[in-house]
């Protein structure tokens, strides 16, 4: 009983590695659909809204317009996805260990 306590306390450095992780992978793949709004050519939906307002209401949207009302709102977006990440995976990791203790995990058997 007291080594399965001791291994699971010489392994918490490694569980916080795998929040930081999951939330570095979500993170990527969040900020790049994000920033593929930003921009007209960003995604290929970006360019058939544009033509449908076209095709519709007869507005015009060139770059400039498109870039004026989506960066701002992706950069929005990016910093709530930011705020989302890190309180769902990293609120209770505790990163304030040494990073080179990750490196060889050995457990210990204390007798």
Same mark, same amino acid.
């Given at each position: 009983?007291?080594?399965?306590? +001791? ?8 569980? *916080? ?6 939330? !570095? =992978?979500?993170? $990527?793949?969040?900020?790049a659909s994000i920033g593929g709004v930003g921009m007209l050519t960003g995604t290929g939906p970006n360019l ?9 209401? +007869? ?8 870039? *004026? ?6 950069? !929005? =977006?990016?910093? $709530? ?31």
């Amino acid at each position: 009983m007291l080594l399965g306590k +001791k291994l699971v306390l010489s392994l918490d450095p490694i569980l *916080s590695i795998v929040g930081l992780c999951k939330a !570095l =992978m979500l993170g $990527i793949a969040y900020c790049a659909s994000i920033g593929g709004v930003g921009m007209l050519t960003g995604t290929g939906p970006n360019l058939i809204a544009a033509q449908a307002a076209d095709d519709r209401y +007869k507005f015009s949207i060139n770059f400039v317009n498109w870039a *004026s009302f989506a960066t701002p709102l992706s950069v !929005l =977006m990016t910093l $709530i996805t930011w705020v989302v990440l890190v309180f769902v995976f990293l609120r209770d990791s505790g990163m304030s260990y040494n990073y080179f203790s990750i490196l060889v995990v050995v457990p210990r058997i204390e007798t």
